[in-house]
């Protein structure tokens, strides 16, 4: 079983031939390159896992050599974000990223990946092949080094790094100082050895060698490295930015003493002043723009937002100096989801220094599209979750199934465990975000006098709009339902589910097409959902065509009728409100078919003796327009309001009513569906009653789409068109998740 691990704690061990202790780097016997300096063995002592640069690393390059930072960064288990000027920025550069991973498989040629599932695919194979190797390299297409900037590279690096291990951001000015020291000889001491090596060659070949043919290889070797400069110290100028360049006094400058002092290095000086020059100015200009960049030390990696902003960039285009990027690193419990939105900002970023445009919102407003690439992460991740389990769950859901018991049979049966098709993958426990309480609460409508009293019709109209608009969930008292009729519904709901099993078990089935009235059993998308919840329900179709008492059973035949009356009246009359509450004609959402189609879901959750381990129902919207909910005394029912997940307090004689999608569909987010989802509880049973107003069998043959009246030339139509069969078939198809099903819908 695949679960995400917390962030192992890992130590550089030294290891292998050629170590010298401490440093935990080993050079490759095989291969001369300086790259295999960053050579180590990462182990948390129990899953060792070698992470080897080769000679992919670049032989030629371009100016960009983050990669000897970052290589050194993958050694010492940190990687450096760092503002910088200059560097890469070219338009081709940013086409792509230039991290692959290369996946050893014995007698298979090796294969190389890159792209969105790099992240998955680099954690999936550290974890499962202690062989794997992160390779860096260079891009084939444009044969350039880096991404698209030397944040996002390290970045890239980063997120690699941290699927298993804590990494720590900082910048070098954090660095410890014997690590800088030991990065800086490391380089040095490779230089030296390659320019040994290559001295060695031309000695071998007859050769020997000047001082001036010495200095001469000191450069070449250094070219290697960094091809346009020829000394340690612009060596490390070209490979770390300005970061490096201000720290060059920690340089040890042998390469550069050894060689006299030349044009070319007088010329590298000037260069430099003038660069830092510009890193200065780049610098107030950051300031400026007075946004919080982000400060990389509160990075926690955790659905955290980045906000990276590289100043620099294309030199001498003065229109394109700069790059904005927000990076959204979502951490999923089986993958990890990295969107970037990046723009060159070089006039964005001056016209926000002259006030005119906000390089924030203007990158802001694409984060829709991070929103429903997240829906997607999220759908894929859930089904990873099922995919990569380490036992067989379809054997499980089937051998469950064909009880045709349901949850309540399991408990009836005594277990004391909660089986595995019904466990939430950890980390991720709905039950373990016990909050401090939250200071909203849910709101209570009065209905009693809307009919006789237009003042407080209006006062209730208010009411629904502002709870439609914000919560998507209120609760009303004085509705006119007597309270006898919802306790005898309650009574014939448990009395269905409490009636002999072998009678019950013949109402057992998964054939929703209609072909019966009451479709009776355990989770209507087993076989789809993550996790098994713990209820069984039966549900039964009401409107339009009401049911033969015959077809329905008969420990509620009676009160169901009676009850869907009293039900459908109440949906009618709230829907008047909220057409009211739109603006709109009172028959506004009748004539659009809203309460045309009425089913009810009723639910048992029995008591669960590991309740922490699972849930009662996972969090959805509903699919309908409107639900109204009738629950008892046990509770467990919370909506998501504000990123925080509020109790649903049980109120006798109220019923719950919220938006379904459908109506926020109509509406064109006027109205919300919000998330709710049921707590398992210990105690219990707990018996739910859900009205769904929403024909799903029967078509109604009315197209639906964004009310016309609420549209306007500021507020376009959000969704297609669409027929309540259509959308319901799509939901169920998807089943219960905390993706909406309107995603699908969307323009
Ligand atoms: O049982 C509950 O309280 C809520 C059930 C629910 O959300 C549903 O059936 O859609
Ligand atoms: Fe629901």
Redesign the pocket.
């Known amino acids: 079983k695949r679960v995400r691990k917390e962030p192992r704690q890992i130590s550089v061990t030294s290891s292998g031939e050629g170590s010298e202790g401490g440093s935990g780097l080993r050079k490759n016997p095989q291969s001369t390159s300086m790259l295999h300096v960053a050579e180590g063995t990462i182990s948390n002592t129990t899953e060792p896992v070698v992470c080897q640069n080769t000679n992919s690393f670049p032989k030629s390059g371009t100016t960009d050599h983050p990669c000897f930072l970052t290589t050194l960064m993958l050694v010492h288990l940190h990687a450096y974000v760092t503002t910088t000027t200059g560097g890469s920025g070219s338009r081709e550069n940013t086409q792509r990223a230039s991290l692959a991973i290369e996946e050893v498989v014995p007698n298979q040629p090796q294969r190389w990946r890159r792209g969105p599932n790099i992240n998955k695919k680099a954690s999936h194979i550290l974890e499962n092949q202690p062989d794997a190797r992160i390779t860096l390299t260079r891009d084939t297409y444009t044969n350039k080094f880096i991404g698209d900037s030397t944040i996002s590279f390290a970045t890239e690096i980063g997120i690699v790094m941290q699927s298993f291990c804590q990494i720590i951001f900082h910048t070098w000015e954090k660095v410890a100082e014997e690590n800088k020291e030991e990065m800086i000889n490391r380089l040095r001491e490779n230089i030296l050895q390659l320019k040994e090596e290559e001295c060695a060659k031309s000695v071998l070949a007859g050769t020997s060698i000047t001082q001036e043919m010495e200095y001469g290889i000191e450069k070449k070797v250094i070219k290697t490295i960094c091809p346009k400069h020829k000394t340690l110290l612009s060596g490390w100028e070209a490979s770390s930015g300005p970061v490096m360049r201000k720290n060059y006094i920690n340089l040890l400058p042998s390469a550069e003493t050894s060689q006299s002092a030349s044009k070319d290095e007088e010329d590298m000086k000037s260069k430099i002043v003038a660069l830092e020059e510009e890193v200065r100015i780049n610098e107030e200009k950051v300031k400026q723009i007075g946004k919080p960049l982000c400060n990389v030390n509160d990075l926690t990696f955790r659905e955290e937002l980045y906000v990276v902003f590289q100043s620099g960039g294309n030199k001498g285009n003065t229109d394109d100096v700069s790059i904005a990027a927000f990076t959204f690193v979502f951490h999923l419990p089986h993958l990890t989801l990295r969107c970037s939105l990046q723009k060159n900002t070089g006039k964005m970023v001056a016209n926000k220094l002259t006030g005119k445009t906000d390089v924030v919102d203007n990158l802001t407003e694409k984060t829709d599209a991070v929103d429903t690439l997240k829906e997607k992460a999220v759908a894929i991740d859930d089904n990873l979750s099922v995919c990569t389990l380490d036992y067989d769950r379809k054997a499980e859901l089937i051998a469950f199934d064909e009880t045709k018991s349901g949850v309540k049979g399991l408990v009836d049966a005594g277990i004391t465990e909660v089986p595995r098709i019904f466990r939430l993958p950890s980390p991720e426990n709905p039950n373990s975000d016990q909050k401090s309480p939250p200071e909203h609460s849910l709101p209570v409508i009065n209905l009693e006098g809307i009919k006789e009293d237009q003042i407080r019709r209006k006062e209730v109209v208010k009411e629904i709009k502002e709870a439609l608009g914000s919560w998507g969930f209120f609760q009303m008292v004085n509705h006119g339902v007597p309270i006898s009729v919802m306790e005898e519904m309650k009574k014939g709901v448990l009395g269905f589910f409490e009636q002999d099993n072998e009678v019950k078990k013949q109402w057992y089935t998964r054939d929703s097409s209609g072909k019966t009235r009451v479709v009776y059993n355990s989770n209507f998308d087993l076989y789809s959902a993550p996790v098994t919840n713990w209820r069984d329900t039966f549900l039964c179709t009401m409107y339009p065509n009401p049911p033969q008492p015959n077809e329905l059973p008969p420990q509620c035949r009676d009160i169901l009728l009676e009850y869907s009356n009293h039900v459908m009246k109440l949906g009618r009359a709230v829907l008047e409100l909220m057409s009211e509450a739109l603006g709109l004609d009172s028959n506004y959402l009748l004539d659009l078919g809203c309460a045309e189609g009425l089913s009810i879901g009723n639910h048992y959750y029995p008591p669960c003796p590991q309740s922490e381990l699972t849930i009662g129902?996972l969090e959805?919207?509903?699919a309908g327009f409107i639900?109204i909910?009738q629950q008892d005394h046990i509770g467990g029912l919370k909506v998501f309001y504000q990123n925080e997940w509020t109790d649903v307090p049980t109120i006798p004689g109220a019923f719950v009513v919220?938006a379904g999608d459908l109506l926020q569909l109509v509406t064109n987010d006027n109205f919300v569906s919000s998330r709710?989802k049921v707590m398992a509880n210990k105690v219990g049973p707990r018996i739910s009653m859900?009205s769904f107003f929403i024909s799903y069998l029967t078509d109604t043959g009315k197209v639906l789409g964004p009310i016309k009246e609420l549209l306007s030339e500021d507020n376009p139509a959000k969704y297609r068109e669409t027929t309540q069969k259509e959308f319901s078939s799509h939901y169920h198809q998807k089943g219960l998740t905390k993706i909406s099903a309107l995603t699908h819908f969307k323009i």
């Open positions: 129902t959805h919207a509903d639900t909910l919220n709710h859900a």
